[in-house]
């Protein structure tokens, strides 16, 4: 079972004071709260200055341990947004173990009239209780909010960080924030003339900075307070700074535009090369696409990425929502009465990924007066699910930075090649483009480049069905699921599917069949009324096809691209700037945007958006690294 996240247990005393019952603490002054964040935080840290010190495409990046009512961020991103230049980057990185209630939220920030614009861009954004790492964008800035135990959540991160919040409860109520473990996790991150600051004054928390390398220093205190603690870390390493990166991203699906959005975002320039006349062309140019997570019944990777990557596409919805066709009509998943598959949505729930309200069992009751039409079995609802234009959802995504993204279609990149540091892709006309960086998104031919030829790349046809719509499939409110998928009508026609023909090789299309529309027809009709299909003959129907791509374990194939010929154990070895982004088989509209984000923070130095065990798992070299241990263990049989 994943870890449950407990919210925030809050009280309000008559004049105002905001106590957290989980700590026996206040949160902050109810007089002047952001007055006290500003003073112990922002001054200390000598932040206006620094931010308007910085170089044009340079990150700086603030983590703070304890998150609580998200003041400091809200001041934090005023400040950056007034004084730091527009070409730079803010990377917040926070901590929290008992998140408040968003509803809570709105009312403390009642109390900030001068940060309702930030606190509101920011709430849309706000985070379910899941636990794991939330990243947020935002304009000139990127949240991680990372939601659990931070003793457990601090040691995954590998990035740079420039200045520390140190903002838990009191060291007396709450110790496990002040452990000398978390010290020596900061002095491990902090850049050469990093620093810090802290409300408290405390004895051991001076000492446990002191011991882990920090030059502390006792400072006057805010309002009535008499001392609290700041200063820097002489040591450690020097702070990069690279100009703006370039970046080529090989393919304008799915897996291409959300590379290409997160890299964008980040200040990287991106020329985006499709071989297709437009964009979204194959597998990703369906009507439309379902979006739900695929939650496992026990703890796993997959499990784990999927609820990772559907929280991360609910908040960029709130982004690209209307643009990307985006309609949140809930998803049901019949069980059709199939004990397994009855147990299995039980372990969903038990295993806990996401929160109650986010997926639930249903009766057959209940799934017929969420879908509005009469249904055949018990199942399980995701009310936060629903359905998307690929087509509009690829297009706003390449739009959303148009300074940073180049698009250029019908350009086959049919070769690439690496020298001196950069990356050139080529056809046989000449040189497309180059870069520092390159993200192999191509799809069904991710596989193709000799570089990533070690990807055991499995290709499966499947064929979508238009299925006109009428009087009573109208009324059918949610996307329903069992053996195929079938969405509310868009525009009088229900955009349904799907075929698997399994063992399909590289090809620019998947045939439509007459044959491939009676198995949809078959497999609708086992979990809905029959009355949607009267009249409906299979050889009447249009419809689409298209190449899905996935690996044996299932999991999305997203970092950097292995050198498989000189890969070993000891000494792992990448081809230098060669990413690879793709394998999602039918759930790229849920998968690719966490994974280009996945990829992004890693071309970027910013930490990732996933717990380490999510980004092994996801990792192309888990295929070489797999490869190796068994040709290893095959070797240890013959010898003995």
């Excluded at 002054?29 to 500003?38: H, I, L, R, T, V």
């Excluded at 703070?64 to 009512?69: A, I, N, Q």
């Excluded at 700074?241 to 080529?248: G, H, V």
């Excluded at 706003?396 to 300074?403: D, G, I, K, Q, Y």
């Amino acid at each position: 079972m994943s870890e449950r996240i407990k919210t925030a247990s809050l009280s309000w005393s008559k004049e105002g004071w905001l106590y957290s019952r989980d700590f026996g603490d206040v949160y902050f002054q109810p007089k002047n709260g952001a007055g006290e964040s500003d003073y112990v935080f922002l001054q200390q840290n000598n932040l206006a200055d620094r931010f308007a010190a910085l170089k044009d495409g340079e990150v700086f990046r603030i983590a703070e341990l304890g998150f609580g009512s998200g003041l400091n961020f809200l001041l934090t991103l005023a400040l950056w947004r007034k004084n730091a230049p527009k070409s730079a980057r803010l990377v917040y990185l926070s901590f929290e173990k008992h998140p408040v209630k968003k509803d809570e939220l709105q009312r403390i920030y009642a109390h900030w009239p001068q940060l309702q614009e930030t606190a509101q861009e920011f709430l849309a954004q706000y985070p379910p209780p899941v636990a794991g790492f939330h990243l947020s964008g935002f304009r000139g800035a990127h949240l991680l909010l990372g939601l659990g135990d931070i003793a457990e959540l601090l040691p995954q991160i590998e990035t740079e960080i420039d200045a520390w919040y140190l903002d838990g409860f009191a060291p007396s109520k709450n110790p496990d924030m002040w452990d000398e473990k978390l010290f020596a996790e900061m002095a491990r991150l902090t850049v050469r003339g990093g620093t810090f600051s802290t409300f408290t004054a405390a004895g051991a928390v001076r000492r446990g900075l002191e011991s882990a390398g920090f030059a502390v220093e006792k400072r006057r205190g805010f309002g009535n307070k008499r001392d609290m603690l700041a200063g820097t870390y002489a040591q450690g390493r020097e702070k990069k700074y690279s100009a703006p990166r370039r970046a080529i991203v090989i393919g304008a699906g799915i897996a291409g535009a959300s590379a290409a959005y997160a890299l964008a975002a980040r200040g990287v320039a991106v020329t985006v090369l499709e071989k297709a006349e437009d964009i979204a062309s194959a597998a990703s140019g369906n009507p439309v696409g379902i979006v739900y997570p695929r939650l496992t019944a026990a703890p796993s990777p997959m499990g784990d990425f999927y609820g990772h990557a559907f929280c991360h596409l609910l908040r960029l919805m709130q982004h690209l929502g209307a643009e990307a066709g985006w309609r949140q009509t809930g998803a049901l998943l019949l069980d059709g009465g199939d004990a397994a598959l009855k147990k299995r949505y039980d372990g969903i729930i038990t295993n806990g990924v996401l929160t109650d309200d986010m997926v639930r069992r249903v009766t057959v009751k209940q799934a017929t007066e969420i879908a509005g039409v009469e249904m055949k079995s018990d199942g399980l609802f995701y009310p936060d699910a629903g359905m998307i234009s690929p087509r509009q959802f690829c297009a706003a995504l390449l739009a959303a930075f148009p300074e940073k993204i180049s698009v250029k279609t019908a350009t086959a990149a049919e070769e690439i090649t690496y020298k001196d540091g950069i990356w050139l892709a080529r056809n046989s006309g000449g040189i497309l483009a180059e870069a520092e960086y390159i993200v192999s998104a191509s799809g069904a031919a991710l596989a193709g480049f000799a570089e990533a030829a070690f990807l055991e790349l499995r290709l499966t046809g499947g064929q979508i069905s238009y299925c006109p719509a009428n009087p009573l499939s109208e009324k059918l409110k949610a996307v329903v699921m069992q053996n195929g998928y079938f969405p509310p009508a868009t525009e009088g026609m229900h955009y349904a599917g799907a075929t698997f023909e399994k063992n399909q090789k590289p090809a620019d299309a998947f045939p439509v069949t007459e044959a491939g529309h009676r198995k949809n027809l078959a497999a609708w009709q086992e979990f809905l009324p029959q009355e949607f299909f009267d009249g409906l003959c299979a050889g009447d129907m249009q419809g689409r096809g298209g190449l899905r791509s996935a690996v044996p374990d299932y999991l999305p194939v997203a970092g950097a691209c292995p050198d498989a010929a000189r890969f070993a154990l000891e000494a792992p070895q990448f081809h230098s700037g060669l990413y690879l982004c793709g394998a999602f088989g039918s759930h790229g509209m849920t998968a690719a945007p966490l994974a280009g984000e996945i990829i992004a923070a890693q071309i970027c130095g910013d930490p990732l958006p996933v717990p380490q065990h999510v980004a092994a798992a996801v990792a192309p070299e888990r295929f070489v690294i797999r490869a190796l241990k068994r040709n290893r263990n095959e070797k240890v049989k013959i010898k003995g």
